[in-house]
């Protein structure tokens, strides 16, 4: 077993490595450096490693050590991958780990390298203890985009366990509820032509004028409908997204296409949502000459909903001293649940500065988070 380092070494070095996921091919890359980092330490500490890549993308892959063996234990869980980054809006390089105003600032610092480091350092604590169930870290590939790696775990089956933390940022607030997300592309064709004769062409901008008017009458037949859970918008909420049609004035356009993201609760059902979405756009479009082409932009993911009665939720909130809440955002895990683990979300960070230029990280979390950790670990790997 080899000397782990200290926690700001860790964070530093996840921070250096970078491992930005998107949708878009110029700013995606793989995530197995980060993978061999965290593999190189876990080993270290005595953990058993499996490094699984994606059969959809060979350059990223999850990470899960294990440490114990037999039925029940507890997963801590975090993704590798962060989000692109702008080059002009940060102070400071985002691949350098640096402190000011007792903050911690870097790519991920929040969502969620500093977690990842954290749960490492945590890790520690059990060299040398006799485990009664086995801690199991997950390290998971492409959560940003496609949640291909999550996706790839419950293919796989694995990890088993019975409880699962997942540290996005929550401001240290347990969280056991969140929406799911679907999104669409919605294509209008029509024909292009000189702009002199529009009876000659099919303008795909006209009819896409249709569809977007189709498409809010739904979005407030959709609000009627109440998702009964204390989310902060109580019922399924509809993103206009991203437009884009057609290159000149004076010509007719041949096409337009609407990027639409939709946001909904643990009773709703992504085929029926996305059918209703679809007929929606397509009873709507009448203009002559054009046709209508839904794509499926993400596959989507159902609502996450852990029971407020389970081992893992009375642990957080005893520890944390908050109820478990609701949140808008999505995470991976209705895919742990779905492995059969009691998941729930508490991170250090704060979801309100992830995704931003000067991503960040207070000093003072990371105690009260060593100390969760440290309880965790005591209360589902110990002393069970
Ligand atoms: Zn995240």
């Not at 679907?182 to 004769?197: C, E, N, T, Y």
């Not at 001293?321 to 949140?327: C, K, L, Y």
Request: with cysteine; hydrophobic share 40%; net charge negative.
């Amino acid at each position: 077993m080899t000397c782990l380092p200290p926690l700001t070494d860790l964070l530093r070095q996840l921070i250096a490595t970078p491992s930005v996921s998107s949708d878009h091919p110029r700013h995606d890359m793989g995530n197995l450096p980060v993978v061999s980092l965290m593999a190189n330490w876990l080993e270290g500490l005595g953990f058993s490693c499996e490094v699984l890549p994606l059969a959809s993308h060979p350059e990223k892959a999850n990470l899960i050590a294990t440490l114990g063996s037999g039925p029940g234990g507890l997963v801590l869980a975090g993704h590798t991958d962060t989000v692109p980054y702008d080059d002009s809006g940060w102070d400071a390089d985002p691949f350098t780990l640096s402190e000011r105003d007792q903050q911690w600032y870097g790519l991920g610092v929040c969502d969620m390298k500093g977690f990842l480091a954290l749960a490492v350092e945590a890790a520690s604590l059990c060299r040398g203890e006799r485990l009664q169930a086995p801690l199991i870290l997950l390290a998971t590939a492409d959560e940003e985009s496609g949640m291909d790696g999550a996706r790839a775990l419950v293919e796989a089956g694995k990890p088993k366990a019975r409880h699962a933390v997942i540290g996005e940022p929550t401001n240290l607030r347990p969280v056991r509820l969140h929406k799911g997300i679907l999104m669409d592309s919605l294509h209008v064709h029509g024909h292009a032509g000189h702009s002199s004769r529009p009876d000659l062409g099919a303008n795909a901008i006209r009819g896409m004028h249709q569809v977007l008017d189709a498409l809010l009458t739904h979005e407030a037949e959709l609000a009627q409908h109440r998702c009964g859970r204390g989310f902060a918008i109580d019922h399924p909420t509809m993103n206009l997204g991203c437009i884009e049609g057609g290159d000149s004035a004076n010509r007719i356009p041949a096409h337009c296409r609407l990027d639409v993201d939709m946001r909904f609760g643990p009773d709703d059902d992504i085929a029926t949502l996305r059918t209703g979405l679809r007929e929606a756009a397509h009873k709507g479009l009448t203009e002559a000459g054009c046709r209508l082409e839904p794509q499926t932009l993400f596959e989507g993911i159902p609502a996450f909903e852990t029971a407020a009665t389970t081992a893992i939720v009375e642990a957080c909130e005893a520890l944390t001293g908050h109820r478990a809440e609701a949140v808008d955002f999505a995470t991976e895990g209705p895919f742990l649940n779905q492995l059969g683990m009691d998941t729930v979300i508490l991170g250090p960070g704060d979801i309100a500065v992830a995704h931003q230029p000067n991503e960040s990280l207070p000093l003072d979390r990371i105690a009260p988070t060593q100390e969760l950790l440290r309880a965790l670990i005591q209360r589902f790997c110990l002393t069970t």
